[in-house]
T-cell receptor, first 113, second 116 residues
Framework: KQEVTQIPAALSVPEGENLVLNCSFTDSAIYNLQWFRQDPGKGLTSLLLIQSSQREQTSGRLNASLDKSSGRSTLYIAASQPGDSATYLCAVHGSGNTGKLIFGQGTTLQVKP | GAVVSQHPSWVICKSGTSVKIECRSLDFQATTMFWYRQFPKQSLMLMATSNEGSKATYEQGVEKDKFLINHASLTLSTLTVTSAHPEDSSFYIC????????????FGSGTRLTVV
C-alpha cells in the first residue's frame, strides 16, 4: 500500500530565504507525482507535475525533483515571499494510470515579512 | 486552462438532512470525477471515483448509501451526503483529470460542510 510522507509538517522562514520541502513515498512504481498548493479553506492549485520518467520540473521560483528509485521528491522554493505562505501537498499517482492520487499530509509554510 | 467549478463553497445543515454538492467541468469533458474528503489538519483521502454513465466506485470504508454519487453527464458530477451527522462535517473536494500528455488533475474549490 502506497504511503506518502511529507517533512517537515510546518515551516516558518523569513522572507527571501530559499527553502526545500520533502516528500517520500513507499512504492516506487508510480505514474507521476504532483505538487499542490492549498490556501486555508480553499481548493488545490497544481504547481508542478513530474512524470515518472522525468527528474525535475521548473516553474518560476519553484523547482521539483523526483528520485523514483529512492522514493523521494523535493520542492525547492527560491527567494520566498509572504505570498508563498500556504500548505504544500505532495500527491503520488500510482502505476496503472488509475487516476487515484495518494496525498501526503502537507507542509504548512509561513513566510514572515 | 481546465476549470472545475464546485458549489456550494460552504454549507451548514441540521443533523438528519441531506446535502448535495456539485462539480462541473467548465471547459472540458470530465468522464471521471474523484471525490475527496479532508478533515481538519489532515490530508485528502479519496472517497470514491465516479464515471459518466456508470456506478461510482467507493474506497474501502466509505458507505455508498450515505454518500450518493451521480455522474449523469460529461460535465456534471454530484455528491449527496444523506442523513448527515456531525461526524460528516468536513471539507469535500472534487477532482478531474485534465488529460493531455501530462495527465494532471484539476481540483474544485472545495465545500466546507458543517452539520449541527
Amino acid at each position: 500500500k502506497q504511503e506518502v510522507t511529507q517533512i517537515p509538517a510546518a515551516l516558518s522562514v523569513p522572507e527571501g530565504e530559499n527553502l526545500v520541502l520533502n516528500c517520500s513515498f513507499t512504492d516506487s512504481a508510480i505514474y507521476n507525482l504532483q505538487w499542490f498548493r492549498q490556501d486555508p479553506g480553499k481548493g488545490l492549485t497544481s504547481l508542478l507535475l513530474i512524470q515518472s520518467s522525468q527528474r525535475e520540473q521548473t516553474s518560476g521560483r519553484l523547482n521539483a525533483s523526483l528520485d523514483k528509485s529512492s522514493g523521494r521528491s523535493t520542492l525547492y522554493i527560491a527567494a520566498s515571499q509572504p505570498g508563498d505562505s500556504a500548505t504544500y501537498l505532495c500527491a503520488v499517482h500510482g502505476s496503472g494510470n488509475t487516476g487515484k492520487l495518494i496525498f501526503g499530509q502537507g507542509t504548512t509554510l509561513q513566510v514572515k515579512p | 486552462g481546465a476549470v472545475v467549478s464546485q458549489h456550494p463553497s460552504w454549507v451548514i445543515c441540521k443533523s438528519g438532512t441531506s446535502v448535495k454538492i456539485e462539480c462541473r467541468s467548465l471547459d472540458f469533458q470530465a468522464t471521471t470525477m474523484f471525490w475527496y474528503r479532508q478533515f481538519p489538519k489532515q490530508s485528502l483521502m479519496l472517497m470514491a471515483t465516479s464515471n459518466e454513465g456508470s456506478k461510482a466506485t467507493y474506497e474501502q470504508g466509505v458507505e455508498k448509501d450515505k454518500f450518493l454519487i451521480n455522474h449523469a453527464s460529461l460535465t456534471l458530477s454530484t455528491l449527496t451526503v444523506t442523513s448527515a451527522h456531525p461526524e460528516d462535517s468536513s471539507f469535500y473536494i472534487c477532482s478531474a483529470p485534465t488529460g493531455g500528455s501530462n495527465y494532471g488533475y484539476t481540483f474544485g474549490s472545495g465545500t466546507r460542510l458543517t452539520v449541527v
